[in-house]
């Protein structure tokens, strides 16, 4: 299996900070045919079902605020969200799809201080 | 709309089988593959497994492959888990999820189920 390590685990910040949160997987994620990483970001926010923010590494699902960037290729992945406003309070994931059985991130919960 | 409503969960003792059941409406079920997917109270997430949109090929987690079944009924748009020999380690909110290229696109509101004595 493809393990992903997410850090850090938790994250306090003021509104206005960029965070950034980090997603190593143990094996690359770039598909030679394709030439894309096959790596995934979701928002789950308290008492809701997660929600795709990001696909392909770095693109934006339908909707996504541009103040959420995802970037890296091969086993090196990172969520940057600028400017970071009060709804963006949730945990967020990572998720390997590169080959089953698909893994996620333990997952980084960010919290205002 | 799409809309996934997950239902079938509750409280079940070890050892126990259970069935879930996912109703999806909004889309045409049968165009898409389909996944489950759980998160432990600590929010742990585990993919199950997932299953081609006729039903016809189905892909496992290997620590849950000999317990669990996923299967669909596509005239009742509906995608199904059944859970066997139950363990406290299987207590989660169990989601289904339509897939889009194996991202998980859409995700019901997940059902508990809590394995206890």
């Known amino acids: 299996d493809i393990v992903m390590t997410q850090s850090p685990s938790s994250l306090a910040v003021s509104a206005g900070e960029t965070v950034t949160i980090n997603c190593k997987s143990s094996?690359?994620?770039?598909?030679?045919?394709?030439?894309?990483?096959?790596l995934a970001w979701y928002q789950q926010k308290p008492g809701q079902s997660p929600k795709p923010l990001i696909y392909?590494?770095?693109t934006r699902e339908s909707g996504v605020p541009v103040r959420f960037i995802g970037s890296g290729s091969g086993t090196d992945f990172t969520l940057t969200i600028s400017s970071v406003q009060a709804e963006d309070l949730a945990n967020y994931y990572c998720q390997q799809y590169y080959d089953t059985p698909y893994t996620f991130g333990a997952g980084t919960k960010l919290e205002l201080k | 709309e799409v809309q996934l409503v997950e239902s079938g969960g509750g409280l079940v003792q070890p050892g126990a089988s259970l069935k879930l059941s996912c109703v999806a409406s909004?889309?045409?079920?049968?165009?898409?593959?389909m996944s489950w997917v759980r998160q432990t109270p600590g929010k742990t997430m585990e993919w199950i497994g997932n299953?081609?949109?006729?039903?016809?090929?189905?892909n496992y987690a290997p620590a849950l492959k000999n317990r669990f079944t996923i299967s669909r009924d596509n005239a009742k748009t509906t995608l199904y888990l059944q859970m066997t020999n139950v363990r406290s380690e299987d207590t989660a909110t169990y989601y289904c999820?339509?897939?889009?290229?194996?991202?998980?696109?859409?995700w019901g509101q997940g059902t508990l189920v809590t394995v206890s004595s």
């Open positions: 392909l590494a770095s």
């Open positions: 999820s339509r897939e889009r290229g194996a991202v998980f696109a859409y």
């Open positions: 094996q690359s994620l770039f598909g030679s045919i394709r030439q894309k990483n096959y």
């Open positions: 299953i081609k949109y006729d039903g016809s090929y189905t």
């Open positions: 909004g889309f045409t079920f049968s165009d898409y593959w």
